[in-house]
């Protein structure tokens, strides 16, 4: 069977909310699931940094939210999450400084931060690199999963997109040592496709709409690269078929971005475009009315790969760092650490057991007296 890709232009509605509306309505046949039975439905945006560029537009949530409400769905069943990548940051105080937030408040809903629950251990079966992972809560909870990247450039994965923007259901530090298990560009790309692989085995009931309104390219994405209007917006059920259209629109060969080359290998989902039905705009008009998608070049990314998978992320990470003036010894740390680095007995200050910390930073991002602070490992510790 064809999986279906809806291409809506921006521009022909009088707001980003009702073109992500019409977007689900084109694919809605597509769907094997009724969202009005879902206990949980999770939204998981690209919440990257604190910068608007960087995240996907809180207009996508607001536009899923308005068809939620159409199909009847109650808002106590719907929550908005993600890990952002910037270390000691929050879903929440991304969402603060985007507007996110506010979104969420006036419509009534959950923004949860990954990070605020002890992480879930998941291993993958048939993964190349990446055999288990830490996922979030929110995420092995919720029976809908509704992702909304935004179509950016990146200095390590080629770009970032459907695929990519799982990275995010892994909470906080961890993220930068799974990381450590992909040194190259092609070995990253495996690892993304490994992580992804979980998804589409124990998240069946999945939805993308896809933020290609204002994208990110060039050499310094998916933080601060240079933006371009495109004015669209995608929606399908497949990650792997949505990025090869986005892909496919920006003109830019699938074969040179490793993880979605991998996933196509791997069947992770639909990678031929014969196999896809557009609705909506025609892709060849959309390929049309859209300049190329700058993207870094194969030897740029190897680079910065091999520079972050042997030296950068050794180099940056940190550790926890007990405040003592500021811990009432409540223990939420310790319940908390994935890895039970954590020591904790009633009545005392929580010890940290540095040979068995992760570096998740889990604790810090928990602890309700901003008890935890973190340094870097080693001598560079020193000067942090
Ligand atoms: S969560 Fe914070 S306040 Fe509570 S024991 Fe841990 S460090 Fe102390
Ligand atoms: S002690 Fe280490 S492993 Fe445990 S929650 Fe804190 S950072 Fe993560």
Same mark, same amino acid.
């Not at 809506?8 to 019409?22: G, H, L, Q, R």
């Not at 092609?186 to 933020?211: C, H, T």
């Given at each position: 069977?064809?999986?279906? /890709? =809806?291409?809506? &232009? +921006?521009?022909?509605? $009088? *707001?980003?909310?009702?073109?992500?509306?019409? #977007?689900?309505?084109?694919? @809605?046949?597509?769907?094997?699931?009724?969202?009005?039975?879902?206990?949980?439905?999770?939204?998981?945006?690209?919440?990257?940094?604190?910068?608007?560029?960087?995240?996907?537009?809180?207009?996508?949530?607001?536009?899923?939210?308005?068809?939620?409400?159409?199909?009847? /769905? =109650?808002?106590? &069943? +719907?929550?908005?999450? $993600? *890990?952002?990548?910037?270390?000691?940051?929050? #879903?929440?105080?991304?969402? @603060?400084?985007?507007?996110?937030?506010?979104?969420?408040?006036?419509?009534?809903?959950?923004?949860?931060?990954?990070?605020?629950?002890?992480?879930?251990?998941?291993?993958?079966?048939?993964?190349?690199?990446?055999?288990?992972?830490?996922?979030?809560?929110?995420?092995?909870?919720?029976?809908?999963?509704?992702?909304?990247?935004?179509?950016?450039?990146?200095?390590?994965?080629?770009?970032?997109?459907?695929?990519?923007?799982?990275?995010?259901?892994?909470?906080?530090?961890?993220?930068?040592?799974?990381?450590?298990?992909?040194?190259?560009?092609?070995?990253?790309?495996?690892?993304?496709?490994?992580?992804?692989?979980?998804?589409?085995?124990?998240?069946?009931?999945?939805?993308?709409?896809?933020?290609?309104?204002?994208?990110?390219?060039?050499?310094?994405?998916?933080?601060?690269?240079?933006?371009?209007?495109?004015?669209?917006?995608?929606?399908?059920?497949?990650?792997?078929?949505?990025?090869?259209?986005?892909?496919?629109?920006?003109?830019?060969?699938?074969?040179?971005?490793?993880?979605?080359?991998?996933?196509?290998?791997?069947?992770?989902?639909?990678?031929?475009?014969?196999?896809?039905?557009?609705?909506?705009?025609?892709?060849?008009?959309?390929?049309?009315?859209?300049?190329?998608?700058?993207?870094?070049?194969?030897?740029?990314?190897?680079?910065?790969?091999?520079?972050?998978?042997?030296?950068?992320?050794?180099?940056?990470?940190?550790?926890?760092?007990?405040?003592?003036?500021?811990?009432?010894?409540?223990?939420?740390?310790?319940?908390?650490?994935?890895?039970?680095?954590?020591?904790?007995?009633?009545?005392?200050?929580?010890?940290?057991?540095?040979?068995?910390?992760?570096?998740?930073?889990?604790?810090?991002?928990?602890?309700?007296?901003?008890?935890?602070?973190?340094?870097?490992?080693?001598?560079?510790?020193?000067?942090?």
């Amino acid at each position: 069977m064809l999986t279906k /890709v =809806s291409i809506v &232009n +921006v521009k022909d509605f $009088d *707001s980003i909310p009702k073109a992500v509306v019409e #977007a689900i309505k084109l694919i @809605e046949d597509n769907l094997s699931f009724n969202f009005k039975n879902s206990k949980q439905i999770l939204l998981k945006p690209n919440l990257l940094t604190s910068k608007k560029n960087a995240c996907t537009q809180p207009s996508f949530v607001e536009g899923v939210i308005s068809y939620l409400k159409e199909k009847g /769905v =109650s808002m106590e &069943n +719907v929550s908005v999450g $993600d *890990s952002p990548g910037q270390q000691g940051k929050s #879903a929440t105080d991304v969402g @603060e400084k985007i507007g996110l937030l506010e979104i969420c408040q006036k419509y009534g809903i959950k923004l949860v931060d990954f990070e605020s629950d002890t992480p879930i251990i998941e291993k993958i079966e048939g993964a190349l690199r990446l055999k288990q992972i830490h996922v979030a809560k929110a995420v092995k909870e919720c029976d809908i999963l509704i992702n909304l990247p935004r179509l950016k450039s990146h200095i390590e994965a080629t770009m970032t997109g459907a695929i990519k923007n799982y990275w995010g259901i892994i909470q906080g530090g961890l993220k930068a040592q799974y990381h450590l298990l992909g040194k190259t560009a092609e070995q990253f790309g495996e690892v993304l496709a490994d992580n992804f692989s979980w998804v589409v085995k124990n998240k069946p009931n999945r939805l993308i709409i896809y933020d290609l309104q204002n994208i990110m390219e060039g050499r310094f994405g998916p933080g601060g690269g240079s933006m371009k209007q495109w004015d669209l917006i995608l929606a399908g059920t497949d990650e792997l078929a949505l990025d090869c259209v986005a892909l496919e629109i920006g003109k830019v060969k699938t074969k040179i971005v490793s993880h979605v080359k991998n996933a196509m290998d791997r069947k992770l989902g639909v990678g031929n475009l014969k196999e896809i039905e557009i609705l909506g705009v025609p892709l060849e008009k959309a390929k049309n009315q859209t300049p190329k998608f700058n993207v870094p070049g194969n030897n740029f990314t190897s680079v910065i790969s091999f520079m972050t998978g042997h030296v950068g992320y050794k180099i940056i990470k940190k550790i926890p760092n007990l405040i003592k003036e500021r811990c009432v010894k409540c223990g939420q740390c310790a319940e908390i650490c994935p890895a039970e680095a954590i020591k904790f007995i009633k009545g005392n200050y929580p010890i940290f057991l540095r040979k068995k910390c992760i570096s998740c930073l889990c604790c810090s991002e928990l602890c309700p007296n901003n008890a935890i602070k973190t340094k870097m490992r080693g001598i560079a510790g020193l000067f942090d």
